[in-house]
């Protein structure tokens, strides 16, 4: 059988063409092994899944391999949002939490995601772990009929949501929300976080709609469950029909968020990002580090040195912001993608939480979102512009593509002189006080991204532009 590689965030693969029960029960194998050899084991896993295609079973499937290695598994009883069961595996005390989930991929895609005893990410140490132990054949599979695990109590299903919202509730006053009087529109993108925002707004003096909360993994009306335009413009729309105050947005597994303005526009992950920092240092008085990717905004270096805290820059991924947010006790931590990980929570994306928060921001500046982004942008003295392509191309291109951009030394790109080099992931020039450009590949997809943020709009769509030729794509 093919080998397994884990990604930037586990592994992820085609429904029916790598992803395969056997395939489950593989990966799964590998995770059993990882435990017993760092004494993880005994204190069991916990086990979830979201709203994709089978996902359900294919949670049992990998909570029968654990029962099979003897090891105890708390499964989920429903669809769970992915910062649910990372906290639930702090809360349960288990040795680590197994996720059935593509996050944002597309709907043929699945996906097994791991996390440490922390509910966050694990290193890319670890994952190589992990691999290493996955057996080249289902036959090396101990296996546990899920019938016989729960009839021995190696196998239990609970409601993990309770303890959740009691953590969450010391974190945020969700009663002062949900007597804001606010309008909400919320899009959960078919995902986890369908229902969540009713449960944790409603009940006061709020409005609350939901759009696209069903259960279809099709994912119908766009063309994957990420937070970005376009799959989000039905729900832009909507906003504006009904004349909400704010549009929430979480991806399908409700790990990432994102953010629509009263007018219908979308605030950009990078601007979000910013905001938030902004707003635990302004309003709730926060002090600490910041963690970000080589990708995210610029906007957070100009907050860390005008409020005198550290930040710290790593490579995409959360298996790089988490142990560096644990490591220096993060006031917040994120990446480009819209996933943002808070302190006093666990350190791992919370887009429920992040989504209680810009709520809060809203509710204690007695601002709207365009307002609020208007007063960063005062506070740092500059708006700041960003946008992204992604494009997909054959994975056997991967080495010719990397060595083409490896020995490109450009001194101008579109014009702007280039003042420094990273390549801490990806290819990352800097164009001194205007921005930046960053080619990468994905992690998870056979895609390469070209990013940029500058303080010139205008400059932009040529500063992509100019990406792509680098990589050899125009």
């Known amino acids: 059988m093919g080998k397994i590689e884990f990604g930037t965030d586990g592994w992820r693969a085609r429904i029916a063409e790598d992803y395969t029960f056997d395939s489950v029960r593989r990966v799964a194998q590998g995770f059993a092994r990882y435990l017993k050899v760092h004494n993880l084991a005994g204190r069991g896993v916990v086990i979830g899944y979201d709203q994709r295609f089978d996902s359900d079973l294919f949670a049992e499937t990998a909570a029968e391999v654990m029962a099979g290695n003897?090891?105890?598994?708390?499964?989920t009883s429903h669809n769970t949002p992915t910062p649910v069961i990372s906290y639930s595996a702090v809360e349960r005390k288990a040795g680590g939490a197994v996720n059935i989930t593509a996050s944002h991929n597309p709907p043929t895609d699945n996906g097994f995601k791991v996390r440490d005893s922390n509910g966050g990410a694990i290193a890319?140490?670890?994952?190589?772990?992990?691999?290493?132990?996955?057996?080249?054949?289902?036959?090396?599979?101990?296996?546990?009929?899920?019938?016989?695990?729960?009839?021995?109590?190696?196998?239990?299903?609970?409601d993990p949501d309770p303890a959740y919202i009691e953590h969450i509730s010391k974190l945020v006053d969700l009663e002062a929300l949900r007597n804001a009087g606010l309008k909400i529109l919320v899009e959960p993108m078919w995902g986890n976080a369908?229902?969540?925002?009713?449960?944790?707004?409603?009940?006061?003096?709020?409005?609350?709609?939901e759009i696209h909360a069903g259960h279809n993994p099709s994912f119908p009306e766009m063309g994957r469950p990420e937070p970005i335009r376009p799959n989000i413009d039905v729900a832009l729309a909507k906003t504006v029909?009904?004349?909400?105050?704010?549009?929430?947005?979480?991806?399908?597994?409700?790990?990432?968020?994102?953010?629509?303005?009263?007018?219908?526009?979308?605030?950009?992950?990078?601007?979000?990002?910013?905001?938030?920092?902004?707003?635990l240092l302004e309003i709730r008085g926060e002090r600490g580090p910041i963690v970000k990717t080589i990708s995210t905004t610029q906007i957070l270096n100009k907050l860390a040195e005008m409020y005198n805290v550290p930040h710290y820059e790593t490579g995409v991924g959360f298996k790089y912001v988490?142990?560096?947010v644990m490591e220096v006790g993060a006031m917040i931590g994120g990446e480009e993608s819209g996933g943002y990980a808070f302190r006093g929570n666990v350190p791992e994306r919370d887009g429920i939480l992040g989504n209680l928060y810009f709520i809060d921001f809203m509710v204690k500046t007695r601002k709207t979102p365009s307002q609020l982004l208007e007063s960063l942008f005062e506070t740092v003295g500059q708006a700041y512009y960003y946008d992204r392509i992604d494009t997909r191309f054959p994975s056997e291109k991967r080495p010719e593509t990397r060595a083409r951009i490896d020995n490109a030394r450009p001194e101008t790109i579109a014009g702007v002189p280039v003042t420094g080099r990273v390549t801490v992931d990806g290819f990352k020039y800097e164009l001194g006080d205007t921005g930046w450009l960053l080619i990468r590949f994905s992690g998870t997809e056979p895609i390469i991204r070209?990013?940029?943020e500058l303080t010139d709009k205008d400059l932009v769509p040529a500063v992509l532009r100019a990406g792509?030729?680098?990589?050899?794509l125009k």
Request: charged residues 25%; aromatic residues 10%; contains cysteine.
């Open 241 to 279: 029909e009904l004349g909400a105050d704010v549009l929430l947005i979480n991806d399908g597994d409700a790990d990432r968020m994102g953010i629509g303005d009263e007018n219908g526009v979308y605030i950009d992950q990078l601007r979000v990002f910013g905001l938030l920092a902004y707003y």
């Open 468 to 472: 792509l030729e680098l990589a050899g």
């Open 322 to 324: 988490a142990p560096k």
């Open 70 to 75: 003897d090891i105890s598994v708390w499964l």
């Open 194 to 209: 369908a229902g969540w925002f009713p449960k944790l707004l409603g009940g006061g003096s709020n409005t609350i709609w």
């Open 450 to 452: 070209v990013y940029c």
């Open 124 to 158: 890319p140490e670890g994952l190589r772990g992990i691999e290493k132990y996955i057996p080249d054949a289902v036959d090396a599979v101990r296996q546990l009929p899920i019938a016989d695990a729960e009839s021995q109590g190696l196998v239990r299903r609970w």
